[in-house]
């Protein structure tokens, strides 16, 4: 059973960088399948924001893509996130999930249980 | 950017079928994939490629997808089925993901 966890400051500044790690457990990312990570502003639906494969290859939501950057560390078992000039419309609970295959077009089949991040000064 | 759009709420007895929409141009022509969130919780994939089911996914779930709509059909709806829905797919002009707005779900 694949468990993903997330971690990362539960607050950040208006104009500064969020940043989240997914660790990873039961399964090495270094075998394949596409690693993403989803936002959901409360009371509001899902967001993606971009997937990544063990190589590095990533894809981005274009609306976010000029923000964004998602990375991956096999060696650590975890992909990051990090997300530049906040601002409170980035105030959300940030997911990871993995999805069902190694195609970054598929469902995702396994989800952490999520972090909220706070934008605040 | 293509658009996926859900009805806020629909409403069913208990026992009874309901059918949650998820409208897309053509989406017919595109694999949909279905989420369950229940309060506090991450979603669950309840659905995928239009009608298959997961391991562990009771029967009384299923989908179909045809032209511009997808639905997802709750069998015997029960008070544990009572949750937020979300519809998914692969936007191939794009090359993202897309999520639907979201429905929920009540048991009355």
């Known amino acids: 059973q694949v468990q993903l966890q997330e971690s990362g400051p539960g607050l950040v500044k208006p104009s500064e960088t969020l940043s989240l790690t997914c660790a990873v457990s039961?399964?090495?990312?270094?075998?394949?399948?596409?690693w993403g990570w989803i936002r959901q502003p409360p009371g509001k639906g899902l967001e993606w924001i971009g997937s990544i494969y063990h190589s590095g290859s990533t894809y981005y939501n274009p609306s976010l893509k000029s923000r964004v950057t998602i990375s991956v560390d096999t060696s650590k078992n975890q992909f990051s996130l990090k997300l530049s000039s906040v601002t409170a419309a980035d105030t959300a609970m940030y997911y990871c999930?993995?999805?069902?295959?190694?195609?970054?077009?598929?469902?995702?089949?396994?989800w952490g249980q999520g972090t909220l991040v706070t934008v605040s000064s | 950017s293509y658009v996926l759009t859900q009805p806020p709420s629909v409403s069913v007895a208990p026992g009874q079928t309901a059918r949650i929409t998820c409208g897309g141009y053509?989406?017919?022509?595109?694999?949909v994939h279905w989420y369950q969130q229940k309060p506090g919780q991450a979603p669950v994939l309840v659905v995928y490629?239009?009608?298959e089911r997961p391991s562990g996914i009771p029967e009384r779930f299923s989908g179909s997808n045809s032209g511009n709509t997808a639905t997802l059909t709750i069998s015997r709806v029960e008070a544990g089925d009572e949750a937020d829905y979300y519809c998914h797919v692969w936007d191939s002009s794009s090359d993202h993901c897309v999520f639907g707005g979201g429905t929920k779900l009540t048991v009355l």
């Open positions: 999930a993995r999805t069902d295959s190694s195609s970054w077009k598929r469902p995702f089949d396994y």
């Open positions: 490629d239009d009608s």
């Open positions: 053509n989406i017919g022509s595109k694999s």
């Open positions: 039961d399964y090495s990312i270094s075998s394949g399948y596409y």
